[in-house]
């Protein structure tokens, strides 16, 4: 069942993104005021990390208080290969249907298949299919995919987020290493010089691009999801004990 509180904002979250890209529209609706469309990419991140923490909590099993690192990891492989099979058949395929296309159409219309702008736009499909391509992104500019730049960042994090939960198996721990990745995150991450090397052009994209300095926003979403009462339906773990209590220890 989907849940609608969610489907509002990220309808909220659509009609942002739109708005800041579509020039004539703003000006409409919101005349010289500055309006930031970067917004409803943070909304997307946080409704991530809620939706894939969800999930993840659903399909990793409970751990025993004497479980080492390694049994905790060789039971939860059977919960990691379906998150990542529906992970890569849920993402995957899309991104191949728009990235493919425009690189056709680039070589199509440019001619020669040799020409610059067709080997740039290889590039990026490469970049985008090998998950660099946000990183690459601070070197490169604007380019014609640059859209895929917050679909690397939600797939970073998915390739790190479900080791977190293996490796600290309380509730309790989990909550507090959010809460410490946050912080991390947005006072310290945040506050150093972009990389060197990335043109004086791009640095002010540093911290929009990159995996790391966005990653507190998909942290939030994971911490809002072990905000539910467990009694509800639709928590992402199991409901608890008779007699236990709530927040579990």
């Known amino acids: 069942m989907k849940n609608r509180e969610i489907e509002g904002l ?129 070197y490169w500019g604007n380019v014609e995919l640059s859209h895929y730049w917050s679909l690397m960042v939600e797939e970073h994090f998915y390739l790190l987020f479900p080791w977190l939960l293996v490796l600290i198996p309380s509730t309790r721990g989990r909550i507090r290493a959010m809460y410490f990745g946050i912080v991390l995150v947005a006072v310290v991450v945040r506050s150093l010089p972009p990389w060197k090397g990335i043109p004086q052009s791009n640095a002010a994209s540093y911290w929009h691009y990159a995996s790391h300095t966005n990653f507190d926003f998909l942290l939030w979403g994971a911490l809002l999801s072990f905000g539910r009462n467990p009694a509800d339906s639709d928590f992402p773990g199991r409901p608890p004990a008779p007699g236990s209590n709530w927040p579990p220890h």
């Open 10 to 138: 990220r309808g909220w979250a659509i009609l942002t993104v739109l708005i800041a890209h579509f020039e004539s529209v703003r000006h409409v609706l919101f005349g010289s005021m500055n309006f930031y469309g970067a917004s409803g990419v943070d909304v997307f991140f946080v409704i991530s990390g809620f939706v894939i923490t969800r999930s993840l909590l659903r399909l990793l099993p409970d751990y025993g208080p004497g479980d080492s690192i390694t049994a905790r990891l060789t039971r939860s492989l059977p919960a990691f290969r379906v998150f990542f099979y529906r992970r890569f058949f849920r993402i995957v395929p899309m991104a191949l249907l728009w990235s493919f296309p425009a690189l056709m159409l680039v070589g199509l219309f440019q001619g020669n298949p040799f020409e610059s702008v067709y080997s740039s736009s290889l590039s990026q499909t490469l970049a985008v299919l090998t998950l660099q391509f946000n990183y690459r992104l601070l």
